[in-house]
């Protein structure tokens, strides 16, 4: 039967338990990193729709313009990022075969 642990005892933190070979580790990072510059500017376009609702609620079509405005960088970023990705996919795909 498993013991229970006292209350001001802390959970010890998992690390993940992904592997990749060396060759890959290099392209892990770059994708994390990449996934952290996203989710930074994500945070910052919140951050500013946030500010704006808070300083002119009365005024909402600044308001929405101001998120249309965020929504339009983000889907701009997101479909750079889905061509990008494609061009690497296309080139692997052809180095592959001619290998």
């Known amino acids: 039967m498993p013991t229970k642990k006292s209350a001001n005892q802390k959970a010890k933190p998992r690390r993940a338990n992904v592997k990749t070979s060396v060759a890959e580790k290099p392209q892990?990072?770059?994708g994390l990193r990449q996934q952290l510059a996203e989710s930074l500017q994500r945070e910052g376009?919140?951050?500013d729709v946030l500010r704006l609702i808070a300083s002119s609620a009365k005024n909402l079509e600044q308001v929405l313009s101001a998120v249309a405005e965020n929504a339009a960088a983000?889907?701009?970023?997101?479909l750079q990022n889905a061509v990008d990705i494609k061009s690497e996919n296309d080139l692997m795909k052809k180095q592959s075969r001619s290998s």
């Not at 983000?74 to 997101?78: C, D, L, T």
């Open 28 to 30: 892990t990072i770059a």
């Open 45 to 47: 376009a919140t951050s």
């Open 74 to 78: 983000m889907f701009e970023r997101i």
